[in-house]
């Protein structure tokens, strides 16, 4: 009995060595998969970041692509046309780069300037108004210095001859605002126009490839409507710009208009009230 009961403690025995050491494996078996997978992760993430990196350089390529891709569209449309709606552009900016700094510089706080006036004239310093008004720039200045002119005169300090004097240096004055508007309108509709001329010299050009080739094949047809198609989008894209700046420079003269006419209106008060003025 007792060699029975040492029998089965030995196979016990043998059996919980035999299970722990296959539980011994399985765990080793886990901990290498664990190794595995953590250095699998590892070379995915530096996998990662050297694809993030090369990407970087691709991601600049890609912008620097953009301007590449509009010169060979610009060359593509053809040199000649192409380089007059440059040209259309070039001169239209310039000519509006030059209303706006010069509607800019003429513009002026118009009450501000009337009200320091008004001060002069009341105190009977005429001279002294005038010369403010030919230190201080801008048509409004340019009114009132012809207004105090005449009220400083003895022959032309009449009402009557005042205000016919400001309305005609304010359409002077108006008219020196509105110089050079002609060139951008111009070239606002020039650009287009030679973009359209383009494409219709890129269609005859399709047409004289498909006569060449006895074909209407896309391929024969592909390069003279490229032409036409990218002359009549650069020209559109020039008009736009210029449009816009046309459109802020009206914007800009009529205010400076408005101005003037508040103006005039304050120097016939201020005239009336001044005991050098003919009633």
């Known amino acids: ?120 004239v009341a105190q009977g310093k005429i001279a002294d108004a005038i010369e403010k008004c030919k230190n201080t720039r801008g048509p409004v200045a340019q009114v009132s210095r012809k207004a105090m002119e005449c009220l400083d005169s003895n022959d032309r300090n009449d009402i009557a001859t005042i205000e016919r004097t400001i309305n005609m240096e304010a359409e002077v004055q108006g008219s020196y605002l509105e110089e050079n508007c002609s060139w951008i309108t111009l070239f606002i509709a020039m650009a287009p126009s030679l973009g359209f001329l383009g494409t219709v010299i890129g269609m005859v050009m399709a047409f004289d490839d498909i006569q060449r080739a006895g074909d209407i094949s896309p391929t024969v047809v592909a390069g003279g409507m490229k032409v036409a198609l990218i002359t009549t989008i650069f020209g559109i894209i020039v008009a736009l710009v210029l449009q816009v700046f046309y459109n802020y420079i009206l914007a800009k003269i009529e205010s400076l208009t408005g101005n003037m006419e508040e103006a005039a209106q304050e120097l016939l008060v201020m005239c009336v009230k001044s005991d050098k003025c003919k009633k």
Not at 31 to 38: G, K, L, M, R
Not at 44 to 67: C, L, M, R
Request: charged letters at 25%; aromatic letters at 6%; hydrophobic letters at 55%.
């Open 1 to 120: 009995m007792k060699k029975l009961f040492a029998i089965i403690a030995m196979v016990a025995a043998c059996s919980f060595a035999a299970t722990s050491s296959v539980m011994a494996q399985e765990d080793e078996a886990t901990a290498e998969e664990v190794v595995e997978a953590a250095v699998d992760s590892a070379a995915v993430d530096s996998a990662a970041v050297e694809e993030a990196v090369e990407a970087a350089p691709i991601v600049e390529e890609e912008n620097e692509g953009v301007f590449k891709n509009l010169k060979t569209k610009f060359i593509e449309g053809g040199a000649g046309f192409m380089s007059l709606v440059a040209i259309a552009l070039v001169l239209g900016l310039a000519f509006c780069i030059e209303r706006v700094v010069y509607l800019t510089l003429a513009q002026i706080n118009t009450r501000k300037f009337t009200k320091e006036l008004a001060d002069l």
